[in-house]
């Protein structure tokens, strides 16, 4: 578990599939995926939404830069990926506290001498009420709420979860591409 913070924010990060499980606010302590954090964390998706072939949670995340407020992690594809998804990639994800928020940074390298397809995106559970714009979801409790903004991702809060998605996009061969969230807490 790696774990940054700032006067105002804690975030851990689970190094099995990358993913968010604690988001707390130093100042009440409160944490905003849950009490106890969640079973599921913030859950990332690579190339796929479908789980069956997420690499992200299949594939070791290994921690490439660590300070007080930041912490990246990569996933390089193996030659057991290879196989069923035939293409040479990297993707790295980069939790970085400023203030009240939370960037949450993905890169994508596709190494290989072919278009790459995929998709990216997260889900973070909520059972909280949602207000939604064009580029952001507002989440409000009782006493908390945090804003989730991109012009990277599709954002949709139904189910009791927000989703951050991209469409089904080609890399090109020997390219790279940044994606951004941010996390606004009140």
Known sequence: MQTIDNSLLQVSVDENGAKMVHLVSINDNYD?????GTEEGMA????????????????????????????SLTLIDTPESYKSFPY?????????LEGN????????????????PFSLGFVLPSTW????SVNKISLIN??????IASTDFKLAA?????????????????????FEITLTLK
């Open 142 to 147: 009782e006493e908390h709420g945090i804003d």
């Open 44 to 71: 990332i998706a690579f190339p796929v939404l479908d789980q069956s072939n997420n690499w992200a949670s299949k594939l070791p995340w290994t921690v490439v830069d660590k300070g007080d407020t930041r912490v």
């Open 129 to 132: 009420q949602s207000q939604s």
């Open 101 to 116: 928020q939370l960037k949450i940074s993905f890169y994508l390298k596709n190494s290989s001498h072919k278009e790459l």
């Open 32 to 36: 905003y995926l849950g009490e106890n």
């Open 158 to 178: 139904e189910d009791g979860k927000v989703t951050a998605f991209t469409d089904k996009i080609e890399l090109e061969a020997e390219s790279s591409r940044n």
């Open 88 to 96: 040479h990639f990297e993707v790295m994800i980069t939790y970085a």
